[in-house]
């Protein structure tokens, strides 16, 4: 595996569902990142992790949970979600601190919430 | 006002083309400034990357930053059907502020 990947690629999940999605990257980096993407939306920054630890709580609310075990996998909880949460969820890491932010995305876990 | 602007489009144009995309953002302490390419049901790809002013070449792509401004350009040279994508610009540091990108068609 290279680059950065994403599991599962499709999720369809009920309102009362808890479900995960998993992100692990294989460059090495020090900094990962969940964003939401919307149709007609920009990407919307989610949380940012440096070094395993959160950084960033972009007013996410709290049936997101995320969790970083270590540097190369990054997880997204999701329990009780809206049917306005059905979106293209990626994950992204870098290697940050570097003086040069270069983030690199994997392909997205398209999720419907019905 | 939206911290980065850019029009979705779509924008369409004839193979070979000259292609100009354009953002316009809001805060002047953005010091980096990307463009991603985003083919559909895929995650978005780097494709430039600029520290500050002036411009950045790579292949059939130049990147351009003018601060005094506030504008962000991605042009591409002899387009290619393949080229056909959404095109993201993206400002800041490891807090990145994207536009809602342009949808670009070239037809062969």
């Known amino acids: 595996e290279t680059g950065v990947t994403q599991t599962p690629r499709h999720l369809v999940m009920g309102m009362t569902n808890k479900k995960s999605l998993k992100c692990e990257q294989h460059?090495?980096?020090?900094?990962m990142y969940w964003y939401k993407q919307s149709a007609k939306k920009p990407l919307e920054l989610m949380f940012v992790?440096?070094?395993?630890?959160?950084?960033e709580n972009n007013s996410v609310p709290s049936r997101f949970s995320p969790e970083c075990p270590n540097s190369s996998h990054l997880f997204l909880h999701l329990h009780t979600l809206q049917p306005e949460d059905s979106a293209l969820y990626l994950c992204a890491s870098s290697q940050a601190l570097a003086g040069e932010e270069t983030q690199y995305f994997g392909p997205g876990t398209r999720l419907l919430v019905l | 006002q939206k911290e980065v602007e850019q029009d979705p489009g779509p924008l369409s144009v004839p193979e070979g083309a000259i292609v100009s995309l354009n953002c316009t953002y809001s805060n002047s302490a953005f010091q980096y400034f990307m463009w991603y390419r985003q083919y559909s049901r895929k995650g978005p790809e780097l494709l430039m990357y600029t520290y500050s002013s002036g411009n950045k070449e790579d292949g059939r792509f130049t990147a351009q930053v003018d601060k005094s401004s506030k504008y962000i350009s991605l042009f591409i040279r002899d387009s290619q059907p393949s080229d056909s994508a959404t095109y993201l610009c993206a400002t800041g540091f490891q807090k990145l502020v994207f536009g809602t990108g342009t949808r670009l068609l070239v037809s062969p």
């Open positions: 992790y440096n070094f395993k630890e959160q950084t």
């Open positions: 460059l090495g980096h020090n900094a």
